[in-house]
């Protein structure tokens, strides 16, 4: 980040990005793999798709119905395949930028799954 010139240093930084720009910024090497690349985009897409709803001026769960669980868990599955490439091919401190706004995701994602399928329960899934 040193080498980066200040104007340009939030569009690496993922925590900077998210407040400065309301955007998810994520970066991964070459080597990461077409597949494993291809995979982490359409699983971006279908987030997005998911995400249309949460940010509509509380945060609600997104998920309403069967499909969109299934989605989810899918999405979450896809971005540890992501990760667990990743951390073949990137440094350590590549790797840890790139995995923080990942595993917020995957953590996001996972805590919606678990209020989904906890709803309509006399005794909900202490959490």
Known sequence: MRRIRLPAQPV???VRA???FEADVFWARTSI???VLKLW???I???QKLS???YCGIEAAVIHIDDQMLLAQQCIGSLGIVLLE???THSPEDYLRLAEPILLEIQQREQEVLEYLSRDLEHPVAS
């Open 41 to 43: 985009l359409e699983d």
């Open 52 to 54: 249309k709803t949460r």
């Open 12 to 14: 690496f930084d993922s």
């Open 45 to 47: 897409s279908n987030l």
């Open 33 to 35: 793999g077409n597949e």
């Open 86 to 88: 990743a951390r073949k």
């Open 18 to 20: 998210k407040l400065l």
